[in-house]
Nanobody
Framework: QLQMAESGGGLVQAGDSLRLSCAAH????????FAWFLQAPGKEREFVAA????????MYADSVKGRFTISRDNAKSTVWLHMNRLKPEDTAVYYC?????????????????WGKGTLVTVSS
């Protein structure tokens, strides 16, 4: 089972940038697609971005297109979420997720391994 640990969250101001990291171990990293999800207080966990196994394909939620970029380095077993022009509504716990599939998906239940999350707070 793949184990992941997120880092990089914190308190920032609106308009700032932040980079989240997800370090993985315990599996063959390049056989997984990875995604980031967020969960705001009192709301369901929702899709943010996903990246294919070799990094050539990406998918984004409409709310973050043009502001967030997902990337990965298979040699380092790490996935990143680069977040620019942050807004107060981006405030949430961000989770890294991994799935054994081939096709990118926003469906939460198709990702079987999850990190514990990192909190991002954006003040206005």
């Amino acid at each position: 089972q793949l184990q992941m640990a997120e880092s990089g969250g914190g308190l920032v101001q609106a308009g700032d940038s932040l980079r989240l990291s997800c370090a993985a171990h315990g599996g063959t990293f390049n056989t997984y697609i990875f995604a980031w999800f967020l969960q705001a207080p009192g709301k369901e966990r929702e899709f943010v971005a996903a990246i294919s196994r070799q990094g050539g394909g990406t998918m984004y939620a409409d709310s973050v297109k043009g502001r967030f970029t997902i990337s990965r380095d298979n040699a380092k077993s790490t996935v990143w979420l680069h977040m620019n022009r942050l807004k107060p509504e981006d405030t949430a716990v961000y989770y890294c997720a991994a799935g054994p599939g081939v096709d990118l998906t926003q469906q939460r239940n198709l990702y079987g391994d999850w990190g514990k999350g990192t909190l991002v707070t954006v003040s206005s």
